[in-house]
């Protein structure tokens, strides 16, 4: 059977570009992961969350087939305009790109701080993420130490579910610094080198990689053009946690001292 | 004791992972669980709450780990049973739209009124019936359903103020919603009303390509028109289209029938106030009348239909490409057309008889077969036993355009690639290396050849029009806007044209039909749909597509499949009398 891709990533192109044969990783409900032999993640599912950088969407009808006919370890080629599996192809031909949007100078910060007070955090004062440790992340974070090691490793892959919270609230973080820069380069470092040890799930592993090059999925980047209620709670409503989690790591962020 | 499940490379969203855990805790003899993804801030987490078991420490970031405190070890395989339940079936947090009986389908579906049916023949004419029962009307997209069952549903439906579209339906349009093999049109004050699918898709995707719209087309199956039937659902179609406020032109395809029938749906034609565009495709209309205008072809009809909804006159100037050339020799006088649309193939047929005036011989395996041209319909029964239609594989096309390359009569050859759901995602790819490689052995046996293309479709289409036409373009074909030019282009080539009919115009008294419509009908053409889908899972693509609600019921024989036993079960179900 053939599918027709609607829209990929750049990351995902790119890695099309490079890859003749891929694997699948994982397969869930929303979709499938393919992974290249170093572990880099392509994921093939709706666009119900929006447009990522490393995804590739079909319709959800479609995706339904290619959860139901794919299986972990199954091997994928790549041809020019076409992923192939034994039980069907998926095809290229009309892809359109999805460019990340770097267009961060666009933010409007000050209505955006305003626009979180109506977004509900409550429920994190009594978690593993409460105001404490957000603020000893966030100041490790400006003002490196050996420290922040410690600190890092603790929200890394903490939590439940694909993208455990601590990993999307980092995600928050590193964007709420692209709006606004205050992250030492040093703890960029230290990020990513913690991020390559297999701490967390390879789906977070991919988001933040990615973050840490000012690449975000589309339900974020809308924020810097329009940093309504609205766009925040179309972000919330992302996964069953990992909008909010994603919105915390950016409200906490903006409203540092 | 501690037991722990590990479920490699899997995923789950936070929220299923809480609720098995909360599930777990529930059962009875379970202490306590838990359920995470093992990275190894989670592991520290469950060691901390007392879950630290080896297999826990051993599992990966990318598996979800669940550990049970129980001092039942009996209660281990109920749990683990328990946990692939809820990982299977508890992450879809989206609405349940599966059933496997009739009372689950009803249960769960939305304020259901359309049956879509793709079973197999001996069992989709019971189902219709249920459905019926049910006060749903029926798409019928099986075939192989007798003469005798299809007018027992269409008189049922009809009592009860419903349609049955079918037996043998492949197209249709339900208030904007694409039902089965069919094009994303866009909506309009256009109501088209058919007994041919390839007929309302080629009309269809016409009107939206220049402009205009189609709210509902209903398909009525091909053998509505036959005396057996009576035009049954033909005639309460278009009274439904009569009566929506929405609809300024009513449009009519079907093949020719008797003389009685058509009298009869002309009969209801004369008492509309709107006007109308019928076409019996394969006649020569000889006469047109004032309100209804009588088509010759189906770019025409679609053209009128268009002219009519904008309150102009008629006016069609058939087209060909003007600028295609070829050398052919003296061998070189036949046209060959590889149809995947059956109308689309007889209409072929029709352009070509009235052209060159050569009688089609008795041939089963072809359309039209005269002494030198030859069109086949690739999708007709005889040709698709045990293969798919050609609208979705192309290995009939590709073997019939590998053999015509020593097929020394070609001149022109036609295609059609019919777009739209159900169709091949990308057909045009799939014939375009086989064209190509014709071209090139007709080079190289030094004959120029023509291949014409047409695509039935709009830019709404998954396949891409733009891109459908680009791709059969760059393997060296013609594109044909219609099909009604692709075949006046052929008959250009070789010398040939066909005349457009002349029609006097003729007046008939008003009739005065009855043309009141159930209420269930109106809100049929106008109303939500909401669908029960028997058969065919993929015919739900387009539901999913245009948001329409459904429910997808896995049918299975009752009665273990014993034809006898099950009308037994299906006559008590119904039964109203006493026992």
Redesign the interface.
């Known amino acids: 059977m053939l599918y027709t891709a609607s829209v990929a990533g750049s990351a995902a192109l790119h890695l099309l570009k490079t890859e003749r044969e891929l694997k699948i990783h994982s397969v869930f409900n929303n979709g499938v992961n393919l992974v290249n032999k170093t572990g880099t993640l392509l994921f093939i599912g709706t666009d119900k969350n929006g447009y990522f950088p490393f995804g590739i969407t079909l319709d959800q009808y479609s995706v339904k087939e290619v959860v139901t006919k794919s299986k972990p370890h199954d091997k994928i080629t790549i041809n020019r305009q076409e992923i192939r599996h034994k039980n069907y192809s998926i095809m290229l031909n009309q892809v359109e790109e999805f460019r990340p949007d770097f267009d961060f100078h666009l933010a409007d910060l000050n209505q955006l701080r305003e626009n979180f007070k109506h977004i509900d955090f409550s429920s994190y004062q009594n978690s593993d993420f409460d105001d404490l440790k957000m603020k000893k992340l966030l100041d490790g974070l400006k003002n490196y130490s050996p420290e922040l090691e410690t600190t890092l490793r603790y929200f890394v892959g903490r939590g439940k579910g694909l993208t455990p919270t601590g990993d999307d609230i980092l995600s928050g973080i590193l964007y709420a610094d692209a709006l606004d820069k205050f992250i030492d380069d040093r703890s960029y470092s230290l990020i990513e080198r913690l991020y390559n040890e297999n701490l967390t799930t390879m789906v977070s592993k991919a988001f933040i990689l990615l973050a840490l090059k000012e690449i975000f999925s589309s339900r974020v980047t809308a924020l810097q053009r329009n940093p309504s209620v609205e766009t925040m709670n179309a972000l919330k409503a992302l996964g069953s946690s990992s909008g909010l989690d994603t919105l915390y790591g950016i409200y906490k962020t903006l409203n540092q001292e | 004791m501690l037991y722990t499940i590990t479920k490699?490379?899997?995923?789950?969203?936070?929220?299923?992972?809480?609720l098995l855990s909360n599930k777990l805790n529930e059962v009875e003899g379970v202490n306590k669980a838990q359920?995470?993804?093992a990275?190894?801030?989670?592991k520290d987490?469950l060691a901390g709450g007392g879950f630290d078991t080896e297999e826990m420490r051993e599992a990966?970031?990318?598996d979800i780990v669940i550990v049970v405190d129980t001092d039942d070890e009996s209660k281990v395989e109920e749990i683990s049973a328990l946990v692939d339940s809820e990982l299977a079936g508890g992450?879809?947090d989206e609405e349940e739209v599966e059933a496997n009986n009739w009372r689950k389908a009803l249960t769960i579906a939305k304020e259901p009124n359309v049956a879509l049916i793709s079973l197999p023949g001996q069992y989709a004419a019971m189902e219709g019936m249920n459905a019926l029962h049910n006060n749903l009307n029926v798409f019928m997209f099986s075939d192989n359903v007798s003469v005798e069952d299809e007018r027992k549903l269409k008189e049922t439906a009809h009592k009860k103020g419903l349609l049955v579209m079918g037996p043998d339906a492949g197209t249709g349009v339900i208030n904007g919603t694409p039902l089965a093999f069919t094009n994303i049109i866009n909506k309009g004050n256009i109501g088209v009303v058919g007994a041919s699918g390839t007929g309302i898709q080629e009309v269809t995707t016409i009107t939206d390509r220049l402009g205009g719209g189609v709210t509902n087309a209903i398909g009525t199956g091909g053998r509505d028109l036959k005396d057996a039937i009576g035009a049954i659902t033909m005639i309460d179609a278009i009274k439904a289209l009569n009566s929506d406020p929405s609809v300024d032109v009513i449009t009519v395809l079907s093949k020719p029938s008797s003389e009685a029938i058509q009298d009869k749906v002309n009969s209801v034609l004369r008492s509309l106030d709107k006007p109308v565009v019928v076409l019996y495709l394969g006649d020569t209309p000889e006469y047109t009348e004032e309100n209804i205008f009588h088509a010759y072809t189906l770019e025409e009809t679609a053209i009128a239909a268009l002219q009519k909804s904008k309150g102009e006159e008629v006016s069609f100037e058939p087209s060909i490409k003007e600028d295609v050339t070829a050398n052919f020799n003296d061998k070189q006088v036949g046209i060959r057309g590889f149809y995947s649309g059956g109308t689309l193939a007889t209409e072929a047929a029709m352009l070509i008889k009235h052209a060159t005036g050569e009688e089609s011989a008795e041939d089963e395996a072809f359309v039209y077969k005269s002494e030198h041209h030859q069109i086949i319909d690739l999708g007709d029964d005889m040709y698709t036993q045990g293969t798919p239609h050609p609208m979705i594989d192309p290995a009939n096309r590709l073997k019939a355009l590998e053999s015509a390359a020593s097929d020394d009569e070609i001149a022109v050859v036609l295609l059609d690639n019919v777009l739209g759901y159900g169709s091949?995602?990308?057909m045009a790819?799939q014939l375009a290396p086989a064209i190509e490689k014709f071209l090139a052995a007709k080079k190289d046996a030094g004959q120029e050849v023509v291949v014409l293309a047409t695509v039935v479709g709009t830019d709404k289409d998954?396949?891409?029009y733009d891109?459908q036409r680009r791709i059969l373009e760059g393997a060296g074909a013609v594109i044909c806007d219609t099909n009604d030019q692709m075949v006046r282009t052929a008959l250009n080539l070789i010398g040939e044209k066909v005349e457009q009919p002349v029609r006097e115009v003729k007046s008939f008294d008003k009739t005065n039909e009855d043309l009141t419509v159930a209420d269930s009908l109106k809100d049929l053409i106008s109303g939500e749909l909401s669908v029960i889908n028997i058969g065919l899972e993929?015919f739900?693509?387009a539901l999913?597509?245009q948001e329409v609600d459904y429910v997808q019921f896995n049918w299975r024989p009752s009665a273990g499949g014993n034809e006898e036993l099950m009308k037994v079960l299906q006559f008590l179900n119904h039964y109203e009398g006493d026992i």
Request: glycine content about 8%; cysteine-free; hydrophobic content about 40%.
């Open positions: 490699p490379n899997t995923y789950q969203d936070s929220i299923v992972l809480m359920a995470m993804m990275t190894p801030a989670n987490i990966g970031a990318n992450a879809d091949h995602k990308n790819a998954v396949q891409g891109s993929g739900t693509e999913v597509d």
